[in-house]
């Protein structure tokens, strides 16, 4: 079992950047693949972006490529979220999940889900 906790969203203007953190306890977090998925109002899951076991491998969609970065700390136990020039198409609610090893963009293969962080962008 992993828990996460996102935290780090907010309202800033278009431009601006944020931070996002998703915190995982539980068992073995270094053998999971991480990502973040966003969900805009009357929209389904998106992928958003997704970094492997290791850390080595990183992965984007296109909305988001050269904007966005993730990463993971492994000795503490946090994937992060950089968001640079925010648009306000990026406005959604931000989850971070977890899956055993690899990684994937189809938030159906994820098996656990943070409660979610809404960043709001302001035009």
């Known amino acids: 079992q992993v828990q996460l906790v996102e935290s780090g969203g907010g309202l800033v203007q278009a431009g601006g950047s944020l931070r996002l953190s998703c915190a995982a306890s539980g068992r073995a977090f270094s053998r999971y693949a991480m990502g973040w998925f966003r969900q805009a109002p009357r929209k389904g899951r998106a992928f958003v972006a997704a970094v492997s076991w290791t850390g080595s491998s990183t992965y984007y969609a296109d909305s988001v490529k050269g904007r966005f970065t993730i990463s993971r700390d492994n000795a503490k136990n946090t994937v992060y979220l950089q968001m640079n020039s925010l648009k306000p198409e990026d406005t959604a609610v931000y989850y971070c999940?977890?899956?055993?090893?690899?990684?994937?963009?189809?938030?159906?293969?994820?098996?656990?889900w943070g409660q979610g962080t809404q960043v709001t962008v302001s035009s």
């Open positions: 999940a977890a899956r055993p090893w690899g990684t994937s963009t189809d938030y159906e293969t994820y098996d656990y």
